[in-house]
């Protein structure tokens, strides 16, 4: 039986990353990603560079059943599934009373349920092998009820506690779950936010990182069954503040950005 890892948006950012880095180790990966072409070009890099296998799964993990055809590929092909990692996102930052229904559906599938149910899927056929790695993503942002970034902030937080549960529910498995919580890392995902033109110094101070560096210490802290990891110090800061900022100050803040 070949021990699989899977990667949930795979083709880029720091999706890619994971999979490059699991690669080098000697991992064979499952891709999974709505972009199927870029998921082939990395499964081909994957399969020269490391001789590892690297099949592609593109599907919208925003569908009611993607969670249970995933399960189903893995069973059919006899891939013992070692890793999990929900890295799969997406970002809205608009009110919520401007978002089209379906984006706001859409984000609680990525982030929340199909996420939760490759757990619910996966976990007992851990447990049955005598090994598993869950690495969920989540986000300072779950600290977070600011407008704008609500639904993030919302979805993310639903990560951070179920991750929490599941792992102590887990405790006595060989089974882990790690709960990534990322504050700014630069990736495309946050291409369009108007504080990317200062990402070299947003970097250099520290209050953002580089996805290869935010993912080799996601998967250290995985390997090494940590229950969280939180990289930067300025995360740590941040999820002390935020939830100390008044709301008049957040509704002054909203109507700023808006004006400019």
Same mark, same amino acid.
């Given at each position: 039986?070949?021990?699989?890892?899977?990667?949930?948006?795979?083709?880029?950012?720091?999706?890619?990353?994971?999979?490059?880095?699991?690669?080098?180790?000697?991992?064979?990966?499952?891709?999974?990603?709505?972009?199927?072409?870029?998921?082939?070009?990395?499964?081909?890099?994957?399969?020269?560079?490391?001789?590892?296998?690297?099949?592609?799964?593109?599907?919208?993990?925003?569908?009611?059943?993607?969670?249970?055809?995933?399960?189903?590929?893995?069973?059919?092909?006899?891939?013992?599934?070692?890793?999990?990692?929900?890295?799969?996102?997406?970002?809205?930052?608009?009110?919520?009373?401007?978002?089209?229904?379906?984006?706001?559906?859409?984000?609680?599938?990525?982030?929340?349920?199909? +996420?939760? =149910?490759?757990? $619910? &899927?996966?976990?007992? @056929?851990?447990?049955?092998?005598?090994?598993? #790695?869950?690495?969920?993503?989540?986000?300072?942002?779950?600290?977070?009820?600011?407008?704008?970034?609500?639904?993030?902030?919302?979805?993310?937080?639903?990560?951070?506690?179920?991750?929490?549960?599941?792992?102590?529910?887990?405790?006595?498995?060989?089974?882990?779950?790690?709960?990534?919580?990322?504050?700014?890392?630069?990736?495309?995902?946050?291409?369009?936010?108007?504080?990317?033109?200062?990402?070299?110094?947003?970097?250099?101070?520290?209050?953002?990182?580089?996805?290869?560096?935010?993912?080799?210490?996601?998967?250290?802290?995985?390997?090494?069954?940590?229950?969280?990891?939180? +990289?930067? =110090?300025?995360? $740590? &800061?941040?999820?002390? @503040?935020?939830?100390?900022?008044?709301?008049? #100050?957040?509704?002054?803040?909203?109507?700023?950005?808006?004006?400019?």
């Amino acid at each position: 039986m070949k021990s699989y890892a899977i990667v949930t948006g795979a083709a880029s950012g720091m999706g890619r990353c994971y999979a490059l880095l699991l690669a080098e180790k000697g991992y064979n990966i499952l891709l999974i990603d709505i972009n199927g072409d870029a998921a082939q070009e990395l499964s081909l890099q994957l399969t020269h560079l490391y001789n590892v296998s690297a099949p592609v799964l593109c599907i919208d993990l925003t569908l009611p059943h993607a969670a249970e055809q995933i399960v189903s590929l893995c069973k059919e092909n006899n891939w013992c599934v070692e890793i999990l990692i929900n890295n799969a996102g997406m970002l809205i930052t608009t009110p919520i009373e401007e978002t089209e229904s379906d984006r706001l559906q859409r984000i609680i599938a990525l982030h929340c349920t199909t +996420p939760l =149910l490759l757990c $619910r &899927l996966l976990v007992p @056929l851990m447990k049955e092998q005598g090994k598993g #790695f869950i690495l969920n993503i989540s986000s300072i942002t779950a600290w977070m009820d600011w407008p704008v970034i609500g639904m993030y902030g919302c979805t993310k937080r639903f990560v951070k506690g179920y991750s929490k549960a599941l792992r102590i529910e887990c405790k006595d498995s060989p089974v882990s779950v790690t709960t990534a919580i990322f504050g700014a890392v630069d990736t495309p995902l946050l291409t369009n936010l108007p504080f990317m033109r200062y990402r070299k110094l947003l970097m250099r101070l520290g209050f953002m990182i580089s996805p290869e560096k935010a993912t080799s210490k996601a998967l250290k802290a995985m390997f090494h069954r940590k229950a969280t990891l939180i +990289p930067c =110090l300025s995360d $740590r &800061l941040t999820i002390m @503040l935020c939830p100390l900022m008044p709301s008049c #100050f957040l509704h002054y803040l909203m109507r700023k950005i808006k004006l400019t």
